[in-house]
């Protein structure tokens, strides 16, 4: 690690005030994903900005019938909180099939949201890697790249974001809270990640002197025909090779609402509002499932090691909408997929 | 990427309280809570495998909760109760775990055994797992 300064933020305009005239300097909550790339020379922070006593460890409900989660709520108690469980088990479902259980109690829902990709050669500083330093080349588009993109690369970056609980979060609708020096802003999840195109050193569109301060599900909560299903090399504490998260509304055979998030695939959750209006009035059946996944994946390309994903993705879409229609979602601890 | 300092930031005073004996350690601030417990306090049961959150050899508690203690900074945890392997046992007798891994051999070289053991404390209280699978990937941290 390079040498830093620490600083303790006393609240969040603290923390606001802190960022601003440094730009070298990070914010710091579980410092999973910042201390293992700090290691590795990826991320040299000037300033560590410690965020983690701040009051941003409460889930309250909101007028409408939803939940406000802080930013600093560890990933653990978030899968295990009560109204999660019974309102958002895609939420929690997600959730548990990332990391393992240490890595989880404490990670932040904030820095799980900000984590940055697994690409091995934006590990490797002794690689060209765009994401990493700009303007260096990208060592995957014509190297290993079997776990990289299929959806929304650019020829800057093919990398994927590995979280899985921002799959889910991009099925809900989530919204992210955040704090500046101008204010507070709400944007969709949906828009909190970015494509890479010729900007790939950015991973969302957070702002250098902003902080997340909370997430807020919307009421509807799909907590009947849900499922989380990650595919992965093995069969816990691996990054997925695809995931999905799927979510139905139906009355009877019939579907009146659908929402599917497909993850490790592009450099955010990826969701096409088209595939999901093709499902509706449609009868839940594999075939109309399988229209649905040839929409999502419309325009998915291959690079040479990863073209197994295309029709991977396409079956998981498909096995995950099944398992939500019968409401047997994929359980995170037996993993025989139903 | 900033400017990097080249000076030595000041030492930070911080406050542990392990095992249930208080320390107060001036601390680099990238002074990793494995390292301050291996290298400032001597408690090397606490293990180093993969040093990234991979293995889980370097698992402890911290108030009550099981973590890598490789991907925490001390100065972070100023004045929190950590229990390490060393801390398990009570008055003489080993914790339960430490003898169920006795009774049932369940070494190979035992290095990663402090991680699993303090993983396993850490599992028991989360009070999650309720048959083998779920033992099985609720452990999935270590190793
Ligand atoms: C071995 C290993 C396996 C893993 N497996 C998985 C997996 O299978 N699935 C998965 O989803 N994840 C996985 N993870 C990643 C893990 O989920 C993330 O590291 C974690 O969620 C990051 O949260 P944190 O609070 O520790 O972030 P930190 O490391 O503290 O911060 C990460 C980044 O977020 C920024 N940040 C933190 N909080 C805020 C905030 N409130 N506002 C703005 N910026 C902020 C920091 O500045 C930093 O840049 C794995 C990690 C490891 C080490
Ligand atoms: S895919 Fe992106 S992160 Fe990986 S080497 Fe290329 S530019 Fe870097
Ligand atoms: S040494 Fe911490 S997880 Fe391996």
Redesign the interface.
């Known amino acids: 690690m390079n040498n830093f300064r620490y600083s303790r933020a006393s609240d969040i305009a603290d923390a606001i005030r802190l960022l601003a005239p440094d730009p070298g300097a990070k914010l710091i909550a579980g410092g999973t994903n910042l201390i293992d790339l700090m290691k590795e020379n990826v991320e040299r922070p000037s300033r560590l900005i410690d965020i983690s006593r701040l009051p941003l460890r409460e889930i309250v409900e909101t007028p409408d019938g939803g939940l406000r989660i802080g930013a600093l709520v560890p990933n653990s108690d978030l899968a295990y909180h009560p109204l999660i469980e019974q309102r958002y088990p895609l939420l929690a479902s997600a959730i548990l099939a990332g990391a393992s259980a240490q890595l989880r109690n404490m990670a932040s829902v904030g820095g799980n949201l900000m984590q940055r990709t697994r690409c091995p050669y934006f590990y490797d500083t002794a690689t060209p890697c765009n994401k990493r330093s700009l303007g260096s080349g990208c060592s995957a588009i014509d190297g290993l790249n079997r776990n990289h993109a299929i959806l929304g690369t650019s020829n800057s970056c093919i990398a994927t974001n590995p979280s899985d609980m921002s799959v889910a979060l991009a099925a809900l609708g989530a919204l992210v809270h955040i704090a500046g020096p101008n204010g507070e802003r709400t944007i969709a999840l949906t828009d909190f990640h970015r494509l890479p195109d010729d900007k790939p050193h950015l991973d969302t569109n957070l702002g250098s002197g902003e902080i997340i301060i909370a997430v807020e599900l919307p009421p509807h909560s799909f907590a009947r025909n849900y499922s989380y299903l990650k595919i992965r090399d093995r069969m816990s504490y691996a990054f997925a090779l695809v995931s999905v998260a799927a979510a139905l509304e139906l009355e009877g055979n019939a579907i009146s609402g659908a929402r599917v998030a497909l993850g490790g695939v592009a450099h955010k959750p990826w969701r096409s509002l088209e595939a999901e209006a093709a499902l509706r009035g449609q009868a839940a059946t594999p075939d109309h499932f399988g229209h649905a996944a040839d929409l999502l994946l419309q325009g998915a390309s291959a690079r040479s090691h990863n073209g197994f994903k295309i029709e991977l993705a396409r079956r998981a879409v498909v096995r995950t909408l099944m398992q939500a229609t019968n409401a047997t979602p994929q359980s995170q601890a037996h993993k025989k997929i139903a | 990427?900033?400017?990097?300092?080249?000076?030595?930031?000041d030492r930070?005073p911080t406050r542990l309280v392990i095992n249930g004996v208080s320390h107060t350690l001036d601390l680099l601030?990238?002074t990793?809570l494995l390292d301050a417990l291996r290298d400032h306090l001597a408690l090397t049961g606490t293990k180093k495998g993969c040093?990234?959150?991979q293995c889980?050899a370097c698992?402890v508690l911290i108030d009550g909760?099981?973590?890598?203690s490789c991907?925490?900074?001390a100065?972070?945890k100023d004045s929190a109760e950590i229990t390490t392997i060393e801390g398990l046992a009570k008055d003489g007798a080993l914790h339960p775990l430490q003898q169920a891994f006795i009774d049932h051999d369940a070494f190979q070289c035992g290095y990663c055994t402090p991680g699993q053991i303090c993983?396993a404390a850490?599992?028991l209280a989360?009070g999650?797992a309720r048959?083998a699978?779920?033992i099985?990937?609720?452990?999935?941290?270590?190793l």
């Open positions: 990427m900033g400017d990097v300092t080249h000076e030595l930031p930070i601030p990238w990793t040093d990234h959150g889980g698992t909760r099981r973590v890598n991907l925490t900074l100065v972070m993983s850490g599992l989360e999650r048959d699978d779920q099985r990937e609720l452990m999935s941290g270590n």
